[in-house]
Each structure stands twice: as structure tokens, then as C-alpha cells.
């Protein structure tokens, strides 16, 4: 049955090999069940509740990966719009965390609208590569600052907007040694440096009475005050419009760049570059966002983590499903998630800011009209804490430097389109 499914043999693989490159790709992204509930909390949420949600989103969208598209690549909450969907929508425009649910459903019923519909391949190509590597990194210095705010390093002030926070503290110095404890076990490509950080600071933390221990394993809490609690109505006010463009264009070209990186680690690629499938593999992205919508979390996405299966040798969806079992039991550790402090989960934000602001190395250096409004757009997201805004200012200044040196015929039409709506939702607000 299963070489039916996943046709192992074909692809050079056997079972033993798909379920530890399983195994290997859950440990790499597993921080998000003690993460992603940390971060939705802060928008009202309960804790167990979307504790389940992104269990079983995270099980739903691998367990459809594996099986529809066969391939080796898992998803889960994606890091970055739920931090956008609780600081940015919630916290930052005051909209209740319903109506931002009924923004990620919908967000998600696009983005299969445009893959079955194959005008996504136009999106992606309209927008310039500088401005898609300068909102990968804005959203990264965004993730960083939370982090930084999460650890106590970064505090608020009246004079100066920021300051340095008490760093001779306990949680301060825990979430330092954490994020150094990351950074090293990476580098001796250690699977499942994260969440072995995140559970080494946690246990010191209860040794020294920082927080509560709550347990290692119950039986799942309930999922009921998040299920279906999505506000579609007030989604689709007038108002919330610029939200879902950002949730789906944010997942959009996340999901494209993930799922080219990791078919390219793995030799998926045909020999014009293309991934055969990507049509299957793009239905699955879109629709766990909706289903994890309506389960009660932010946008779920594929996950790079993936690299570390495929270089564990997955190469089928058999992968995939293994992780998609992996967190389907890790449903009966919500004691120990409930355990973790919110200093012991900053390192796992910030080590995920310094990954993702490496983009800005491929940027032209030499070109003013294409580094400069990808770097505007990089630090606008984090000092105006909003990655709408960072998008928005992004796009009026590429469109403006482009057209004031007379090189307008660089854009596609999409661009200055996209810079007109901004300039509309700034004025109207």
C-alpha cells in the first residue's frame, strides 16, 4: 500500500528512510506548538485551544502534502503572520481575533482561487525580486524586535521610543543563553536545535521558580473556543480588505519560495527548473490556511524546516505524513506548552529573524532604484510594527524612485497598481 501511495522505490527511498527524515523534520519545526500559542495568546486567544489548532493544522496540511502531492514537506503556522494577525491586526488595528480568522479564511480561499485559476505564476512574476527579498527580511527584523520585547532586552520608553532592558536579570540572561545555545547547535547541524533550547531554558527556569510547571502530558484540551469562531462578516468589511491582501500575498510568496527551496535541496526540480506537481503541492498550502482558519490559527504554510528531512533522505510524501502523526501526538503535551515562558520562546523568534533577514544578501548593492526601497521596506515593518505598512511604503517607494528616474518601463503594471491602492488606504485610513 504504501509503495502504491508514495512510490518509494521510484523515487530511491524505503520506509525506514522516510520515517526518520519524518521524525528529523518534526524536531526542526516542533518549536512551533510551543510558539505559536505564546505569540495567539497575546491576541486574547486561550492557550489549549490553539495549542489543538496548531497541532492539528499542522497534522492536516502534511498529512494532505504527503498524500495529494507526495512530497516530503510539512506545514504548520507559519512563523511571522501570526505574529502580524496578534500584534499587527489585534493588538496594532484593534480588530477582534475573530474577524482576523475570517481574514485567514478567506485569505486562503484566494490563494486556491488564484492556483486552480493559474494566475498566481502572474502575481509572483510581476513583483520584483528586490521587493520580495526586502519583505522576507522586513518580516524577519518584525519577528526580531517581538523577541527582543518577549526577552525583556528591549523595553518601551517614553523619550526614546526603545531602551535597553534590565540584562542583569534572570529571564534576560536564560533567553541570552538560549538563543546562543540555538545558534551553536545549528551550527553543528544538530536536528531540533530550537525546541532543545526552548526545553533546556524551560527546565531551568522551573528549577529556579521562574515559572509553574504544569505537567508533561494530559488528554488534549479542547478545541471549542477557537473552532469555527472565525468572524466572516466582519472580514469582509471595507476595512479589512488591506489585512487579507497582506495575509495572502505574505503566504503567497512564502509558499513559493519554500516549496522551490526545498525541491531544489532535494532534486525535485525538472530540467527547465520547474516542480513537476506544483499545481497540487499549491492547493494543499492554500487550503490548510483555510482549514487552520477555521481550527483556530493564523496562516498555515509550508515550512522550510523541510530542508532537514529531504537531507535526511525523504524524498516522498511517506515524509510528510510522519510528521503530520508526530503532532497528532504531540496533542497530549499541553501541560508542558502551558510550562514554557515567554522568555524561553524569544530565542526561537529572534534565531528565525537572523534566518530570515539573510535575504538581503542577494540583493543588487549597485542598483539605487532596487535596494532601496527593498531596505525601506525592511525596517519600516518592525519601527512601524506592521508588516502591512512595511509592504505598503515598500511598494510607493519602488514605484515612485522607478518613475522619478525615468526607468518606469521596469515595472510590470502590477507594481504601481499595488502602490495606488496603498496610497488609498493610507489617506482613507
Not at 162 to 169: F, I, L, P
Amino acid at each position: 500500500m504504501l509503495e502504491k501511495l508514495f512510490q518509494l522505490q521510484a523515487n530511491g527511498t524505503n520506509i525506514r528512510t522516510e520515517v526518520i527524515a519524518g521524525v528529523t523534520t518534526f524536531l526542526t519545526m516542533a518549536y512551533i506548538i510551543f510558539v505559536n500559542p505564546s505569540i495567539l495568546q497575546a491576541a486574547g486567544m486561550d492557550f489549549g485551544a490553539v495549542f489543538m489548532a496548531t497541532c492539528l493544522a499542522a497534522a492536516f496540511g502534511s498529512a494532505f502534502m504527503g498524500l495529494y502531492a507526495n512530497y516530503p514537506i510539512a506545514l504548520a503556522p507559519g512563523m511571522g503572520l501570526n505574529a502580524y494577525f496578534s500584534f499587527g491586526v489585534v493588538k496594532g488595528m484593534g480588530y477582534s481575533w475573530e474577524v482576523a480568522l475570517g481574514a485567514v479564511f478567506i485569505s486562503g480561499l484566494l490563494f486556491l482561487a488564484l492556483s486552480l485559476f493559474k494566475v498566481r505564476e502572474w502575481i509572483v512574476n510581476a513583483i520584483p525580486l528586490s521587493m520580495k527579498l526586502g519583505i522576507a527580511a522586513g518580516i524577519g527584523l518584525f519577528l526580531a524586535i517581538i523577541a527582543l520585547k518577549n526577552a525583556g532586552i528591549v523595553v518601551d520608553h517614553p523619550a526614546t521610543l526603545v531602551t535597553m532592558g534590565n540584562v542583569k536579570s534572570l529571564p534576560v540572561l536564560l533567553a541570552a543563553v538560549g538563543f546562543a545555545l540555538i545558534a551553536a547547535l545549528s551550527s553543528r547541524k544538530i536536528p531540533g536545535a530550537i525546541i532543545i533550547s526552548i526545553l533546556l531554558i524551560t527546565a531551568i527556569a522551573v528549577a529556579l521558580g521562574l515559572t509553574e510547571f504544569k505537567g508533561i502530558a494530559s488528554a488534549p484540551p479542547s478545541i471549542a473556543p477557537t473552532f469555527l469562531a472565525m468572524d466572516l462578516k466582519g472580514a469582509l468589511e471595507m476595512g479589512v480588505w488591506a489585512i487579507i491582501f497582506v495575509f495572502l500575498f505574505v503566504d503567497l510568496f512564502d509558499n513559493t519560495g519554500t516549496l522551490i527551496g526545498v525541491a531544489h535541496r532535494g532534486g525535485f526540480l525538472d530540467k527547465e527548473g520547474k516542480l513537476p506537481r506544483i499545481g497540487k503541492a499549491l492547493i494543499v498550502d492554500s487550503t490548510s490556511a483555510s482549514i487552520g482558519a477555521a481550527l483556530g490559527t493564523s496562516t498555515t504554510t509550508s515550512y522550510i524546516e523541510s530542508t532537514a528531512g529531504v537531507d535526511a533522505g525523504g524524498r516522498t510524501g511517506l515524509t510528510a505524513v510522519t510528521v503530520a502523526l508526530c503532532f497528532l501526538l504531540a496533542v497530549f503535551f499541553a501541560p508542558l506548552a502551558g510550562t514554557v515562558p515567554a522568555f524561553a520562546t524569544a530565542p526561537a523568534l529572534l534565531y528565525v529573524a537572523c534566518l530570515m533577514s539573510m535575504s538581503l544578501k542577494d540583493l543588487d548593492w549597485e542598483d539605487t532604484t532596487e535596494f532601496v526601497p527593498a531596505v525601506v521596506t525592511a525596517i519600516t515593518m518592525p519601527l512601524t510594527f506592521s508588516i502591512a505598512h512595511g509592504i505598503g511604503i515598500g511598494f510607493i517607494c519602488y514605484a515612485a524612485i522607478k518613475i522619478l528616474a525615468g526607468r518606469w518601463r521596469d515595472m510590470k503594471i502590477a507594481v504601481p497598481i499595488i502602490a495606488g491602492l496603498f496610497v488609498v488606504k493610507l489617506i482613507v485610513g
